[in-house]
Nanobody
Framework: QVHLVESGGGLVQAGGSLRLSCAAS????????MGWYRQAPGKQRELVAR???????NYADTVKGRFTISRDNAKNTVYLRLNSLKPEDTAVYYC??????????WGQGTQVTVSS
C-alpha cells in the first residue's frame, strides 16, 4: 500500500520561506517521479513542481525562481523549498509519486498560509 507523508507546512509572512518534505513508503514498485501540487480555495489543483528519478525538473511559471524541488532517491523523499512566498501561494500542498506499473500515489496534503 502506497503511503506518502508530508510535513513542513505552516503560516508565514509574505517574503518568508518554508520547506516541505514528503516521504514515500509501502510500495515495491519503483518511483519514476515525485512532485507537488497545490489547491487553493475555489481553484483547481495545479502542478507546482516535479522531479524525475534522473533529476529532471519542471515548475509552474508562477513559482519559477522562487521554489526549488529536490529529491533523495535512496530515501524516496522529495523536498520543496518555498522562498519569497506570496499570499497567492496560500493553498493545500499535496505530494505525489508516480510509480512504475502502478500509477499515482498522493499524500494527505499540508496547509501553507502566507499572510500579507
Amino acid at each position: 500500500q502506497v503511503h506518502l507523508v508530508e510535513s513542513g507546512g505552516g503560516l508565514v509572512q509574505a517574503g518568508g520561506s518554508l520547506r516541505l518534505s514528503c516521504a514515500a513508503s509501502g510500495s515495491r514498485f519503483s518511483i519514476l517521479a515525485m512532485g507537488w501540487y497545490r489547491q487553493a480555495p475555489g481553484k483547481q489543483r495545479e502542478l507546482v513542481a516535479r522531479i524525475t528519478t534522473g533529476g529532471s525538473t519542471n515548475y509552474a511559471d508562477t513559482v519559477k525562481g522562487r521554489f526549488t524541488i529536490s529529491r533523495d532517491n535512496a530515501k524516496n523523499t522529495v523536498y520543496l523549498r518555498l522562498n519569497s512566498l506570496k499570499p497567492e501561494d496560500t493553498a493545500v500542498y499535496y505530494c505525489y509519486a508516480l510509480y512504475a506499473g502502478l500509477g499515482d500515489g498522493w499524500g494527505q496534503g499540508t496547509q501553507v498560509t502566507v499572510s500579507s
